[in-house]
Structures are given as C-alpha cells and as structure tokens.
Nanobody
C-alpha cells in the first residue's frame, strides 16, 4: 500500500523560503512518477513540479528558478524547496505518486496516490 505523508508548510512573508516534505513508502516501480501540486479554492489543482520516469524534473513556469524538487530514494522523501515566495504561491500543496510510466509533466488526473495536503500562506 502506497503511503504519502506530508510535513512542512506554514505562513511566511513574501521573499521568504519554505520546505515541503513528503515521506513515501510502498512504491514498487523502479521509477515511479512523483510530483507536487497546489490548489486554491474554486480552482483546479495545478502541477508545480514533478519528476518523470526518465528522472527528468519539470516545473510550472511561474516557479522556475524559485522552486526545486528533490527526490531522495534512500530516505524515501520527496522535497519541494521553495524560495523567493510570492503571495500568489498561497495554496494547499499536495504531493503525489504513481507507479505508471510517464515522460513529461504528468497532469493531476494521472496520479492515483496523494498526500494529505499542507497549507502554504504567503503574505505581502
């Protein structure tokens, strides 16, 4: 059984940094796809960063150069390092994983396993 347990997040000011952590277990695929998504009320869940079956990382345009996805298979942790945070980064953030093979930035509907979500609030 796949489990994704998130930690991190919180309330910060614009320009600050945060780290989100997702501890994963139960994945059996050699190269599962994993990603971070975010959602605000009334909007669809959008991809922020992901790692695909070829171990390539992908980022949504608005976070390129500010966010970094790190996958540590030894520790079983997926990290999202977020720097230079902006008020528009405010959202509920979710980590996701799936055993299928996918190349590129997989959309939310591809993923079958989700973390519990963690709130990130950035004030101006």
């Amino acid at each position: 059984q796949v489990q994704l347990v998130q930690s991190g997040g919180g309330s910060v000011r614009a320009g600050d940094s945060l780290r989100l952590s997702c501890t994963f277990s139960g994945l059996t695929a050699r190269r599962p796809i994993m990603g971070w998504f975010r959602q605000v009320p009334g909007k669809e869940r959008e991809g922020v960063a992901s790692i695909d079956s070829q171990l390539m990382t992908h980022y949504e345009d608005s976070v390129k150069g500010r966010f970094t996805l790190i996958k540590d298979d030894y520790s079983g942790v997926l990290l999202l390092e977020m720097n230079s945070l902006k008020p528009e980064d405010t959202a509920m953030y979710y980590c996701a994983a799936d055993e299928r093979r996918w190349v590129g930035f997989a959309p939310a509907q591809v993923y079958t396993n989700w973390g519990q979500g963690t709130q990130v609030t950035v004030s101006s």
